[in-house]
């Protein structure tokens, strides 16, 4: 399948600490970007896929930081400048070697003020995959609205839809987002989600079961992500699976961003469901070996050289 992935949503200026720590000791911060639908976009641009990504930002230097650093990735970049509001932000600590916090200051950002008019006339259409989140539904009314009818043109012109749960406690409880992500859910032909959010999604439904309710309202693949595990795809009558692979992780945000943009990227170029799988799995592992959201998305050549099992660190 050849053309081009679209894909929307808000992307953030992201402050990091540098230190192991809490923020409120710490002597330096680093700054950069993220977003889950454009560090899919960067992965998959990564791996040689055209990709389009969309998304408001503020009339501020950190949109303008936004909008660089996605498209000195190669990504082509709508970037909707929004003077009303500014771009979003988030901070992110590791108050200790084995946990991570991220706190979000989006409320009435630029990127939450996302509406059906921003989606061009043909963008959808003329794509050869829809891309998108549950994240970006539960930022407000409006966007959730866009993201209905990114979805409503995707099906209307036969575009399959990819569709990753990644379900933000913090954006809206568990109640409320239910029935939003769960239609998405039914009416995407790829579905990525971990154990907890499906079970976030069909609380009433057997884990067993879950998938083949999907499969019968037109999902063609149910991509389980196990984390640690591995993860395994649903399709047809089968269940492939592919195991984790051992590393000791440095910072595991954004890893399930460059496991979608893996799978997504051997889906579009034909791979078998295990080869995709394979590729997931590496493209995740290796996005956790560097500090950052999208950084360590690997190219092509890195990720023949990981699959590879090169045991020297050094390349020579």
Not at 13 to 33: E, K, M, N, P
Not at 40 to 47: E, K, N, P, Q, S
Not at 57 to 64: E, K, R
Not at 141 to 162: F, K, L, Q, Y
């Amino acid at each position: 399948m050849t053309g081009t992935v679209v894909t929307f949503g808000e992307t953030m200026a992201l402050v990091r600490a540098t230190d192991i720590g809490s923020l409120q000791h710490a002597s330096s911060l680093t700054l950069g970007v993220g977003g889950a639908e454009s560090n899919v976009a960067v992965g998959l641009r990564r791996l040689d896929v055209a990709v389009s990504w969309l998304g408001r930002v503020g009339d501020d230097s950190l949109g303008a930081r936004v909008a660089r650093e996605i498209r000195a990735e190669g990504v082509d970049v709508h970037a909707i400048v929004d003077g009303g509001a500014p771009t979003g932000l988030m901070l992110k600590e590791r108050p200790s070697v084995a946990a991570t916090a991220v706190h979000y200051y989006r409320a009435g950002s630029a990127g939450s003020r996302l509406r059906p008019e921003d989606l061009p006339e043909g963008w959808i259409e003329s794509a050869a995959l829809l891309h998108v989140t549950g994240i970006t539904p539960l930022l407000s009314e409006s966007a959730r609205a866009a993201t209905t009818a990114a979805v409503d043109r995707a099906v209307a012109a036969g575009i399959p839809v990819s569709f990753d749960i990644n379900y933000r406690s913090k954006l809206a409880a568990p109640d409320l987002a239910r029935p939003v992500l769960r239609e998405l859910a039914e009416r995407a032909d790829i579905v990525f989600g971990g154990e907890d959010e499906f079970a976030l999604l069909f609380p009433d439904t057997p884990s067993p079961d879950v998938a083949a309710h999907l499969r019968s309202t037109g999902c063609a693949q149910v991509v389980v992500k196990l984390g640690e595990r591995g993860a395994e795809v649903h399709h047809g009558d089968h269940v492939s699976a592919a195991p984790g692979i051992p590393i000791t992780p440095l910072d595991t945000v954004g890893a399930g961003d460059a496991f979608v943009a893996g799978y997504l990227s051997g889906h579009l170029e034909g791979l078998a469901v295990e080869d995709s799988l394979i590729r997931a799995n590496a493209c995740g592992a290796l996005a956790c070996l560097v500090p950052g959201d999208w950084e360590a998305a690997p190219t092509r050549r890195e990720l023949q050289r990981f699959l590879g099992g090169a045991g020297d660190p050094v390349s020579r």
